[in-house]
């Protein structure tokens, strides 16, 4: 039995870039430039989907607002304790 190769997000890039290119223009009536910005588009985001980073990022982002959620919760608590304090004055 035969060990599985490890690909490289850069391998991966370059190989389905290259599955991308040809006569897609011609078959889908769309100008080469349009296309050409597809895959510049395409390439800035793939590197990172085939190495995680995409999902890490997701998860970074649902803990940022995790914590957001608290702070406003821990201010809100703040603003009741010092109005009530106040209004006793």
Known sequence: MSKR???SA???DKVTLEA???ELA???DVHQTVI???KRQAKDGMVAAFSGKT???KKDA???IKEWHATIGQRTV???FLERAFAKR
């Open 5 to 7: 190769r490890k690909l």
């Open 55 to 57: 999902a890490a990022e």
């Open 20 to 22: 991308l290119s040809g």
């Open 10 to 12: 850069e391998f991966k």
């Open 26 to 28: 011609s078959k889908y």
């Open 78 to 80: 703040e603003k009741d």
């Open 36 to 38: 050409a910005g597809w």
């Open 62 to 64: 649902a803990a940022e």
